[in-house]
């Protein structure tokens, strides 16, 4: 055998099966099925979802869930890249906090004063800051796992990263599940709850993520 013959078999041989980006959108797709099967077997929808599903306050809540959870797995695709530049990504993840802050201010002005503590309390803040990080916890694992089959440079990020798509994605399911559509709650509540994630996945990613 020719010695650039063998050169190029054993390039093919350790040339990796899988993209980075194909790694990543596995580990969100299990990640899904993760929280998903989470959600189906023990929380479950709201019991007046049929309503809720025409209700504007509904919607935008479930919309901006999801809008966090698309912009922080895109981010993540890029940041397991030693090259990493985030690009649009954080101008998507910019958007839900203008967003959010927009829709509370809206809200305060459009209730009574003497509403907004109860709006802001609502009747499941226990339950948010319990089942958000609940289901968040096998869409971390699954995106740590693809991310240590990357390059980041840039470890705690990533890990932060990671933890906001695993946030992202449990809101979106707990969305369903949650009676206070109120933007004041959401905005408070939910953040809380997607801080929690956010700082495991950080301490995870410089744990597990660097080289």
């Not at 020719?2 to 790694?23: C, H, M, Y």
């Not at 979802?49 to 509904?58: D, G, M, T």
């Not at 990533?158 to 109120?182: K, P």
Request: with cysteine.
């Amino acid at each position: 055998m020719k010695t650039e013959n063998l050169i190029e078999l054993i390039v093919q041989d350790s040339a990796p099966r899988w993209s980075f980006g194909r790694i990543v959108w596995h580990a969100t797709v299990y990640g899904v099925i993760a929280a998903a099967g989470v959600f189906f077997l023990g929380v479950g929808f709201r019991s007046d979802i049929s309503s809720a599903l025409r209700s504007v306050r509904f919607l935008f809540k479930v919309l901006v869930a999801l809008t966090l959870a698309v912009g922080a797995i895109g981010a993540v695709f890029r940041i397991g890249r030693p090259d990493a530049a985030l690009e649009r990504w954080s101008w998507v993840l910019a958007v839900v906090p203008a967003v959010l802050v927009c829709a509370v201010g809206l809200e305060l002005v459009a209730v009574p004063e003497a509403s907004w503590m109860g709006y802001l309390v609502g009747h499941n803040a226990r339950f948010c800051l319990t089942l958000i990080p609940l289901l968040a916890i096998g869409p971390l694992i699954f995106l740590i796992m693809a991310l240590r089959l990357g390059a980041t440079t840039k470890p705690k990020l990533a890990g932060a990263l990671a933890g906001l798509s695993a946030s992202g994605i449990a809101a979106t399911f707990y969305t369903f599940n949650c009676t206070d559509d109120s933007p004041l709650f959401v905005a408070t509540w939910y953040s809380i709850a997607t801080f929690i994630v956010v700082v495991v996945g950080y301490f995870a990613g410089d744990r597990l993520l660097r080289w």
